[in-house]
């Protein structure tokens, strides 16, 4: 075969192409549902990458919500405790001390 005869569609003519065209035809139509197959999960895959790094971040912003939230119910369950008695808690956030020892 030549390129003049590749040019001109001889080859689609040829009896091999002609007792072919079946397997050649079921041959593409499975590449075709290949690749669409292929570029579906591609999809889904980042789909499901953006989702898991959504999750990941909800959790940790869950978990700062839930410490806040244990933090401010006991605040509120101590002043509600120690109101009767005339102590009220100081709404300031606390100051780290440090203390020095001196070893002698």
């Not at 009896?15 to 999960?41: D, E, G, P």
């Amino acid at each position: 075969m030549n390129i003049k005869e590749f040019i001109h569609g001889d080859m689609l003519l040829s009896n091999w192409m002609k007792s072919n065209i079946i397997l050649i035809l079921i041959v593409a139509i499975l590449l075709i549902f290949y690749i669409t197959n292929r570029y579906s999960i591609e999809v889904s895959v980042k789909k499901i990458e953006k989702c898991s790094k959504e999750i990941k971040e909800l959790q940790q912003h869950s978990t700062k919500i839930k410490t806040m939230y244990q933090k401010n119910s006991m605040m509120l369950v101590l002043d509600k405790k120690l109101a009767p008695i005339g102590v009220s808690i100081s709404k300031e956030p606390i100051k780290e001390v440090i203390v020095i020892e001196n070893n002698e």
